[in-house]
């Protein structure tokens, strides 16, 4: 007795709602994966309540405002003239301490390239004002 084999009968898989299935993983995955924002260190930012009164010679005052524009003790420079001016004043007075005070709406581009300035000129004592706490 010959067997004759069927040609092509083979397991078929119905691939026409697979795309169907493959979009309902990925909509599952996405809604139920929580993403992990990042929480940083648990601190609490000081705030002053009192200071030490510090003579006027030993402070030089640094003030920029909201335009980005540089004051150092109620003179108006540019930012790349605050190394040699800063460099002169510790020349004068090597415990010079640098008040920095910016308004909050400073654009920080401007912050930093001042604090660049205050680096390269070697000042290393330099205090930023805070908002006095009020009880």
Do not use: C
Request: aromatic residues 6%; charged residues 25%; without cysteine.
């Amino acid at each position: 007795m010959e067997l004759r084999r069927k040609a092509g009968s083979g397991a078929r898989i119905p691939t026409s709602s697979m795309a169907d299935i493959a979009f309902l993983l990925i909509v599952f995955f996405m809604v139920t994966t929580i993403f992990k924002l990042e929480q940083g260190l648990p601190i609490t930012l000081p705030r002053s309540i009192a200071g030490d009164k510090i003579p006027r010679e030993r402070i030089a005052h640094i003030w920029i405002d909201r335009q980005g524009t540089i004051s150092i003790d109620d003179l108006v420079i540019g930012v790349y003239d605050i190394e040699p001016l800063v460099t002169a004043k510790l020349r004068e007075n090597p415990a010079l301490i640098i008040s920095f005070n910016t308004d909050e709406k400073t654009p920080y581009g401007i912050m930093d390239e001042a604090m660049e300035r205050l680096k390269l000129a070697n000042a290393l004592r330099v205090s930023f004002t805070t908002i006095p706490h009020e009880d």
